[in-house]
C-alpha cells in the first residue's frame, strides 16, 4: 500500500548564531539532503513534487531560507551594497561572504542533529554547498551542484542578457512580480523547455505572499562576488560529486559547471541539452535518478 510522505511543516532555529526557517520531506531516521537555495531564492524555490520525489528515494529532505531571505534572519543594519559596483572591479565592502553562508547550513544540521548530509544546491546554492563541502568535508556525505559555479571570473560570468536579469529592478507589487517571473522564465528556461506560464503565476504570487526582501538579494549578490574562486580548493575534494549544467544557461555559462567538474576529482558532470538557468518538472526524472545515484557512491 502506498504511503504518502510525511511532510513537516516551516519551523525556525537558532543556527550560526541567526534564526534559520527550514521544512522536510520523508523521515528524520533517512539520509538527510540538504537543499541549498540560489541567489534570492526562499525554500519554496524548491518544488514540493521533486521534494517528495527526492524523499521516496530515501532521503530526509530538508530545504531552507538562506539569511536574509524569506523567513531567516535580515541583516538589515549592514546596508545596502550596490553589486554593480563589484561587477566592474571595485572594491565593496560585502556584509558576510560564502562561507558565513555555510556556517549557516552547518548550524542548521547541528540544529536538527545531523552528523552528515548529501548537500545540494542550484546557483548560489551550488556556490554554498562547495563552500560547506570545502571547510567541512567531514559532514558531507555527497555534493550535488547544479547551474553553478567555481568562483573563478574568467570561467563563468553572466551573458550580458542574464547581468540586465540579475540586476534589474525589484518588482513594484504583485502583477509586477508575475510579469517579472515570467519573463525571467522566458529568458532562462532554455530553446528545449517551453514556459509554463500558469505555474509561473502561481510561484510568483507564493513566492511575493511569503515576502520578498531585495535588500538580503543585493547583500547575497555582494557575497558571492566577494567570496573569490574555490577553484584550486575543489581539487582536495573527496567527496562525491555530481555536477549538473544546462547547456544554455545564460546566468552562469556552462563553463562554470565543466570547470566545477574538471576541478572536482572523480566528479560526475551531466549536461543537458536545450536547458538553460533552469529545473524544470521534465527534468526532475533524469535529476533525481542522479542524485540518488551519486547519494550511493
Same mark, same amino acid.
Not at 545531523?114 to 555534493?143: C, D, F, N, P, W
Not at 515570467?182 to 529568458?187: E, H, Q, R, S, V
Given at each position: 500500500?502506498?504511503?504518502?510522505?510525511?511532510?513537516?511543516?516551516?519551523?525556525?532555529?537558532?543556527?550560526?548564531?541567526?534564526?534559520?526557517?527550514?521544512?522536510?520531506?520523508?523521515?528524520?531516521?533517512?539520509?538527510?539532503?540538504?537543499?541549498?537555495?540560489?541567489?534570492?531564492?526562499?525554500?519554496?524555490?524548491?518544488?514540493?513534487?521533486?521534494?517528495?520525489? +527526492?524523499?521516496?528515494?530515501?532521503?530526509?529532505?530538508?530545504?531552507?531560507?538562506?539569511?536574509?531571505?524569506?523567513?531567516?534572519?535580515?541583516?538589515?543594519?549592514?546596508?545596502?551594497?550596490?553589486?554593480?559596483?563589484?561587477?566592474?572591479?571595485?572594491?565593496?565592502?560585502?556584509?558576510?561572504?560564502?562561507?558565513?553562508?555555510?556556517?549557516?547550513?552547518?548550524?542548521?544540521?547541528?540544529?536538527?542533529?545531523?552528523?552528515?548530509?548529501?548537500?545540494?544546491?542550484?546557483?548560489?546554492?551550488?556556490?554554498?554547498?562547495?563552500?560547506?563541502?570545502?571547510?567541512?568535508?567531514?559532514?558531507?556525505?555527497?555534493?550535488?551542484?547544479?547551474?553553478?559555479?567555481?568562483?573563478?571570473?574568467?570561467?563563468?560570468?553572466?551573458?550580458?542578457?542574464?547581468?540586465?536579469?540579475?540586476?534589474?529592478?525589484?518588482?513594484?507589487?504583485?502583477?509586477?512580480?508575475?510579469?517579472?517571473?515570467?519573463?525571467?522564465?522566458?529568458?532562462?528556461?532554455?530553446?528545449?523547455?517551453?514556459?509554463?506560464?500558469?505555474?509561473?503565476?502561481?510561484?510568483?504570487?507564493?513566492?511575493?505572499?511569503?515576502?520578498?526582501?531585495?535588500?538580503?538579494?543585493?547583500?547575497?549578490?555582494?557575497?558571492?562576488?566577494?567570496?573569490?574562486?574555490?577553484?584550486?580548493? +575543489?581539487?582536495? +575534494?573527496?567527496?562525491?560529486?555530481?555536477?549538473?549544467?544546462?547547456?544554455?544557461?545564460?546566468?552562469?555559462?556552462?563553463?562554470?559547471?565543466?570547470?566545477?567538474?574538471?576541478?572536482?576529482?572523480?566528479?560526475?558532470?551531466? +549536461?543537458?541539452?536545450?536547458?538553460?538557468?533552469?529545473?524544470?518538472?521534465?527534468?526532475?526524472?533524469?535529476v533525481v535518478d542522479a542524485i540518488a545515484d551519486i547519494a550511493k557512491d
Amino acid at each position: 500500500m502506498y504511503e504518502p510522505i510525511p511532510y513537516q511543516s516551516p519551523n525556525i532555529v537558532k543556527a550560526n548564531g541567526i534564526e534559520i526557517c527550514y521544512d522536510a520531506f520523508g523521515y528524520p531516521r533517512h539520509p538527510a539532503l540538504l537543499m541549498v537555495a540560489g541567489l534570492g531564492m526562499q525554500l519554496i524555490g524548491w518544488d514540493e513534487e521533486i521534494c517528495r520525489m +527526492l524523499a521516496e528515494r530515501g532521503f530526509w529532505v530538508i530545504r531552507y531560507d538562506n539569511r536574509d531571505v524569506g523567513q531567516s534572519t535580515k541583516f538589515e543594519d549592514a546596508g545596502t551594497p550596490n553589486p554593480m559596483n563589484a561587477f566592474a572591479g571595485k572594491a565593496v565592502a560585502a556584509p558576510y561572504l560564502l562561507s558565513d553562508m555555510a556556517a549557516d547550513a552547518i548550524g542548521l544540521l547541528d540544529a536538527l542533529h545531523v552528523e552528515k548530509a548529501h548537500i545540494l544546491g542550484a546557483s548560489m546554492g551550488g556556490m554554498i554547498a562547495q563552500t560547506v563541502a570545502i571547510h567541512y568535508a567531514e559532514r558531507v556525505r555527497s555534493l550535488t551542484s547544479i547551474m553553478s559555479t567555481t568562483g573563478n571570473i574568467d570561467v563563468s560570468t553572466p551573458t550580458s542578457e542574464g547581468l540586465a536579469l540579475l540586476t534589474s529592478p525589484p518588482a513594484k507589487d504583485l502583477e509586477d512580480a508575475i510579469e517579472k517571473e515570467i519573463a525571467w522564465k522566458k529568458a532562462t528556461n532554455g530553446s528545449a523547455y517551453p514556459v509554463d506560464e500558469a505555474r509561473a503565476r502561481e510561484r510568483a504570487k507564493a513566492i511575493w505572499e511569503r515576502g520578498i526582501y531585495p535588500d538580503g538579494v543585493a547583500r547575497q549578490l555582494t557575497a558571492i562576488l566577494a567570496s573569490g574562486s574555490r577553484q584550486e580548493a +575543489l581539487k582536495t +575534494l573527496s567527496t562525491p560529486t555530481l555536477v549538473i549544467h544546462g547547456q544554455e544557461d545564460i546566468i552562469v555559462p556552462v563553463a562554470g559547471g565543466i570547470a566545477t567538474a574538471e576541478a572536482i576529482p572523480n566528479a560526475k558532470l551531466m +549536461l543537458i541539452y536545450g536547458l538553460g538557468h533552469a529545473l524544470p518538472p521534465e527534468t526532475w526524472p533524469e535529476v533525481v535518478d542522479a542524485i540518488a545515484d551519486i547519494a550511493k557512491d
